[in-house]
DNA sequence: CTAGGGTTAG
């Protein structure tokens, strides 16, 4: 007899039950000859000893035929409501092993309840079995349970209660086991051993784990890669690697595939594509490229490292692809900039009839966003609507975010409105997407709004915040705002200080913004000189803009805008000489200009427009909307903004008269190929720049339509010769 | 009869 340990209870005693999973509610296929189990009438009625055996026997034969739950529940109620279950420990432990190895932990729960005394093997079945399904307190409790009736854990007890531990999100429970171990004298098991590392590595106590492998005598594969994916999964990839070395060096033990996955896990981490493709050639060495696992952890290598390429050519080796593959691939695409590579790989698997699951969906819609195409957007809403997974939050979550990029910012909302609970990731999309869209009041509303139903901000929320105040000139509000950060024990990010430069500076208030740049505590960044050197371009400010170009050059010196805007700020101060020297900097270091690129979507296909573009084949038609346009505009008396022109640095684009900018081509063909007062929706690579923003916004009201174009930072709304922005961006 | 790994993250 072996009291429970102190400490192990203790510790059970404090863990939350994970809440049952219903039980199956799928009705029985077919239906048992229900009678044939009860003693009948004519089965002599009158000795109960006599059909009890008969309904044993019956029992007992028919357990060994029944391979599917729903038989196995029939047979479980009959007998449980006879009574007889219990007369016969044997059949129960029958009966259970049999739940256990269909995987009914409910059922098997049940009957271990019913079984008298049971032995090891089935305590660890039933410990397994909990352990398997994720069910770990349970697990756990039943092992309490066990000691407490006095039974002794053998080798086979101790593997899935070590599994069960390292599945909680403290090693509380795992240490007391540790020391039940230790005086029961598992030194030699390996099995046991190697249950201990896992169970540290995997609560990421690393030190822990190793302590226990480094006084291993014998190590398996097993051992070796339960330290290395310990480190790896911890954030020390690099040890993860060394161990790996070590592995390869003083041992003999030979990786096989999941050792090998865990590797390049630690590889994937430190996005060390280099070593992680000469493993790719060890792979090849050890004969394991055709080990499915492992394709998929190389493909999902090579396009998390951005080399999508390489990476779909592994993927199309796979004649069916398993659901992470596909996942891997499709989030793969999306998270690199490839969203229609996503978006039709996606659509690929639907029709292949691969089923998806929430991250498949959550990288379709990110996919989705990045597009900005708002039809691709509704058909992916449609879907996740009829899926599994439309209540899910984190797909909800990301549909708000798909919608704000896709310009429309109702649909976005009326999604927030139908979360009941809102946590702060969802506030903050919403916000976020308020302030994309310049409408700096509701979003700061809503934040206000969420901090009355009890959320509280974190530093991601603040940035929505932020960015809204600045997308909308509300200078005060933003700086208070950021004085509240610190209330919610959130330290400032850079992040957060671009955005209030970008708010001071925007607004006029250069002195203050150079001062509060000067006050950082952090080594500022491009995105804060360039917020400084915009604003430096709106109010004409030379020496301040020249000194925070100067600050971006050393810091990226290959990006044409920065130059550009330099070159128009000496432009409208008059400084011609200063102009001329930029573009002989620019031809130094051989930066050259992005060109402008404007998109629109006529139903649902996305045609791309550069500046001046004859290639379109409705090209013609394009350009004679494009001169009816320029003649309502000077009727109207538009004068154009020459400004915009200087933007052009080379010789050859100052020849480009400026209705020739992509994005009025855009509206020209979204003009010509849609229905009177159909909205249009464009998106550039670039700015909007000042000359075509004012003539969108009369072209808005000149031809009764509502125009949205999507800039490389944020949303302008043209409707009745206004703009959202306000002038303001 | 036991053990180690993999997609993703608004």
Redesign the pocket.
Known sequence: MVPAVPALRRALISLPRTPPSPPPSSPPRQILRLHSFSPTPHEEPCDPQNSSATLLRRAAALLNSAAQPSHLSQIHAILLSSGILRCSPSLAAKLFLSAADLGLIHQARHLLDEIPGPSV?LW??AI?LH??HGAFVDALLIYDKMLHQGVVP???????V??AC?GLPTPTVGRAVHAHILRRGFET????Q??L???Y??SGWIPCARAVFDRLSDR???????II??C??NGFPLEALQIFARMQSSSDVR?????I??V??AY?DIEDLDQGSSVHGLVIKLGLDD????V??LT?MY??CGQVHTARSLFDQVPSP???????MI??Y??NGFASEAVELFREMIARHTKP????I??A??AC?QLGSLEVGKWIEDYTGHSPFKDD??V???L???YAKCGSIARAHRVFECISNK????W??IIMGYGLHGRGREAIHLFEEMKCAGVRPNDVTFVGVLSACNHAGLVDEGWKYFCSMRDYGIEPRHQHYACVVDLLARAGHLEKAYEFVRSMPMEPEVTVWGALLNACKIYGHVGLGQYAAEQIFALEPLNAGHYIQLSNIYASAGMWSDVAKVRVLMKEKGVTKAIGCSLIEINGKLHSFRVGDKLHPRSKEIFEMLSELERKLKKSGFVPHMGSVLHDLSMEEKEESLCNHSERIAIAFGLISTAPGTTLRIMKNLRACVNCHSATKLISKLVGREIVVRDINRFHHFKDGLCSCGDYW
């Open positions: 093997p660890n079945a397994r352990s398997r053998d080798g086979l007890t101790l593997p899935p070590l599994k390292g098991d390996l099995f046991v190697n249950g590392v896992a169970m590595a995997k398996n594969v097993v051992s070796w890669t339960s994916s310990g790896a999964q990786p096989d595939f999941i050792a996955v865990s390049l896990k994937m080990e499915p696992d492992l998929i952890t999902a396009a998390k398993a659901l992470i593959l596909w996942n891997a989030s793969g999306a998270k699951d929430s991250v498949t959550r990288s819609i990110l966003a939050i984190f909800k979550t990301s708000i975010d798909m946590d702060v990731v969802v903050s999309a």
